[in-house]
């Protein structure tokens, strides 16, 4: 039970985050939705940073778990 509790919660944030995230657009008849703007945020401005702190983290977790386990 406990199981399926944590796969609907994930599944129900999984679905709002892209209901929530996604716009109508601007329907403009000639099939593309919006104008060619460019965002004012870019949103590749911190990936890298982001990624580097995923990996320290992945790390750092797992370097945690291991130290658990040998006791």
Do not use: H
């Amino acid at each position: 039970m406990k199981d399926f509790s944590k796969t609907l919660l994930i599944a129900f944030l999984v679905f709002t985050d892209f209901t929530a995230f996604a716009g109508p657009g601007d329907n403009t008849g000639g099939g593309d939705l919006g104008g060619g703007d460019e965002p004012a945020t870019p949103i590749n401005t911190y990936l890298i940073f982001v990624i580097v702190f995923g990996l320290v983290l992945a790390f750092y977790s797992l370097k945690k778990n291991n130290k658990q386990i040998k006791g």
